[in-house]
């Protein structure tokens, strides 16, 4: 009989081992669930305060109209898409260093020409004859200030490289009143699935380590010999019934 039931016992935990299991993973993950908490934990801990003293930054943004210019310069003007190809080339010129270096000076600002132009964010209006520049900052003020002086230096700069007056200022930027959103349940969402996925990745490394007999089989593969009986929990209350109705 204590034969028969150690067969049955060797043969539920029989499986291969080259594949992984869904059950298998999701009791590794039961199992060593303290250490999941441990390890995403001080991720949420961290994304809760990166969220939580994120400085309130302002945008400003100014719009330019770019008009084909009325002399050819390898262009012909009469072509629809000459503006919308000038864009284009524009908007690799109002990130120039000149013109950056100008802005840097007018307002005694801290980054260099490159980090300044990466600041800069240059976009189409609906693939429209509009460009749009926009500049985030602490200072409301500043933010305005400085995305005006780029279009104004930009536009003096087109005269004097490309020779033609063909960009206007649409609107001006002004001060904004709201700061941009800070996005703090995104964030506390995302450090929390990181830390849980960081923490389930450190799991299945433990159980990967640890090397802990599960089944009978696995002594019989050590020792080479075959097992004729185990010594059951006699604190489990279902094997204590099992023996008491043999």
Do not use: C
């Not at 949420?44 to 002399?71: C, D």
């Not at 004097?160 to 349940?185: F, G, H, S, T």
């Not at 019989?220 to 279902?238: A, R, S």
């Amino acid at each position: 009989m204590k034969k028969r039931k150690y067969e049955e016992f060797d043969d539920y935990y029989e499986e291969d081992e080259e594949e992984i299991d869904l059950v298998d993973l999701v009791f590794v993950l039961l199992r060593r669930w303290k250490l999941i908490v441990m390890v995403a934990l001080p991720v949420f801990i961290a994304g809760f305060f990166f969220a939580a003293t994120r400085p309130s930054v302002y945008k400003a943004e100014t719009t330019l109209m770019i008009s084909a210019p009325s002399t050819s310069i390898g262009l012909d003007s009469s072509d629809l898409s000459v503006s919308q190809r000038l864009v284009i080339t524009y908007s690799e010129i109002a990130k120039s260093r000149s013109i950056m270096n100008g802005v840097i000076k007018r307002y005694d600002l801290v980054e260099t020409p490159e980090a300044l132009g990466k600041l800069i964010e240059i976009s189409t209006v609906d693939n429209s004859e509009l460009i749009r520049l926009s500049y985030t900052n602490k200072d409301a003020r500043l933010s305005a200030a400085v995305i005006n002086q780029v279009a104004k230096e930009f536009t003096n700069k087109i005269v004097e490289v490309m020779n033609v007056r063909n960009v206007k200022i649409v609107e001006e930027a002004e001060i904004p009143r709201n700061p941009l959103p800070k996005k703090r349940m995104l964030i506390l969402a995302a450090s929390l699935v990181f830390g849980l996925m960081l923490g389930g990745a450190a799991a299945f490394v433990v159980e990967f380590l640890h090397k802990k007999l599960r089944k009978p089989s696995d002594i019989e593969k050590i020792l080479e010999v075959q097992m004729i009986g185990m010594v059951p929990d006699f604190t489990d209350k279902k094997i204590m019934e099992d023996n008491s109705n043999e």
